[in-house]
């Protein structure tokens, strides 16, 4: 009698933490919403596809983390300019680049590059299905820290209307 208790009270315990441990990853999927952060390991071509993803689905984790996601991978140079990052997110909403928000697809086109840059076309087809052309330029971070060597961004141009996609 006491050991079928014992088992009893064992397999419910056990039961209790199989859910209890469900229930932490399934959490932890939805909380897991980190950025990615430049790495020595990332491509330049990467670092475009990361930034256009994220502003293809801006506020898929929160709201505006793509606008945050790209400006994560943005040249420190560039951040100086653009910066603090609620001056870039207006920038980005605003009408020279809004276009890049939830933009229904894209492309990526080596241009040139060497071991230091390397510039791309990007084309993508917003929301109202209409063309944008990009040059998008990266290079790698030379200043010691923990950025050297990574990918960053220090230009977009300004988008060229390519017309509509019907």
């Known amino acids: 009698m006491m050991l079928e208790k014992l088992l009893i009270t064992f397999k419910v315990l056990i039961i209790i933490t199989f859910k209890v441990l469900i229930i932490f990853l399934i959490l932890s999927s939805y909380s897991n919403a980190e950025l990615l952060n430049p790495k020595n390991t990332i491509s330049p071509k990467e670092v475009v596809k990361i930034q256009l993803i994220g502003l293809q689905q801006n506020d898929l984790e929160y709201k505006d983390s793509g606008i945050e996601q790209t400006w994560n991978f943005a040249h420190p140079d560039n951040k100086r300019v653009t ?3 609620n001056n870039f997110k207006k920038m980005i909403k605003g009408a020279s680049y809004q276009m890049m928000i939830n933009h229904l697809s894209h492309t990526i086109t080596e241009l040139r590059s060497n071991d230091k840059w390397a510039q791309f076309e990007v084309i993508i087809l917003d929301k109202n299905k209409i063309y944008h052309k990009f040059n998008w330029q990266v290079e ?16 977009v141009s300004s988008p060229i209307l390519l017309g509509s996609s019907i």
């Open 140 to 155: 790698k971070y030379a200043v010691d820290g923990n950025l050297k060597d990574c990918w960053l961004t220090t230009m």
């Open 83 to 85: 910066g603090p990052l």
